[in-house]
C-alpha cells in the first residue's frame, strides 16, 4: 500500500504576500509623475522660447520699418503733412489728444494711416513735430533752417501675438 504524506511547512516559515507587486506599481506612480512634469516643464519652455522668438521677430520689423522711415526723410522733398487719417501715414503732431501712434485707427489692417514700403509685419508713420521758436511760439517743424520729425515704427510677430513699437526723432 502506497502511503502519501502531506508536508506541512514548517512553522518558521512565510508566506509570500505580493509585496514585490506592490512596491513596483508604487515606483512605476512614481516614474509616471516625474516623467509627465518634465514633460510640463519642457513644454512650457518652448513657449516660453517661441514667444522670445517672436518679439525678436517683431522688434527687427519695427526697426526695419523705423530706418525705411528715416530713409524717406533723407529725401529731396517730404510731405504733405495732414492734420486728419490719410492713407500716407504723414502727419502734423497733434497738440492735444490722443497722438497719431497711439490711436490703433493709425495702424488699420487695411494699410492705410501707414507709409508704403513696408517691411515685413510692420508700418510707420511720419509726423513734424511743432517746436519753439527763439521767440517762444509755436512754428510746425522748424527751428532756425532745421525741421524736426518723429518716426513711429510698430512692428508685428510672425504669430501676430508680439507687438513692439519704436520712435525715432529725426532732425532735417
Not at 501712434?101 to 509726423?127: F, K, L
Request: aromatic share 6%; glycine share 10%.
Amino acid at each position: 500500500m502506497l502511503r502519501t504524506h502531506i508536508i506541512q511547512p514548517k512553522t518558521g516559515m512565510r508566506t509570500q504576500t505580493g509585496a514585490a507587486l506592490a512596491i513596483s506599481l508604487i515606483m512605476l506612480l512614481l516614474l509616471t509623475i516625474i516623467g509627465v512634469t518634465a514633460m510640463q516643464s519642457t513644454t512650457m519652455q518652448e513657449r516660453m522660447a517661441g514667444n522670445a522668438r517672436d518679439r525678436d521677430t517683431a522688434f527687427q520689423y519695427a526697426e526695419a520699418a523705423l530706418r525705411d522711415g528715416e530713409t524717406y526723410l533723407t529725401a529731396v522733398s517730404v510731405g504733405p503733412f495732414s492734420t486728419t487719417k490719410t492713407n500716407t501715414g504723414l502727419y502734423l503732431a497733434k497738440s492735444s489728444g490722443t497722438d497719431w501712434w497711439d490711436d490703433s485707427a493709425t495702424w488699420a489692417s487695411d494699410g492705410s494711416g501707414s507709409r508704403a514700403g513696408n517691411v515685413g509685419n510692420s508700418q510707420y508713420i511720419v509726423e513734424e513735430l511743432a517746436t519753439a521758436t527763439s521767440s517762444g511760439s509755436l512754428e510746425v517743424g522748424t527751428v532756425g533752417t532745421s525741421k524736426y520729425f518723429r518716426v513711429t515704427a510698430r512692428g508685428i510677430g510672425d504669430s501676430g501675438n508680439a507687438i513692439v513699437m519704436l520712435q525715432s526723432t529725426f532732425k532735417r
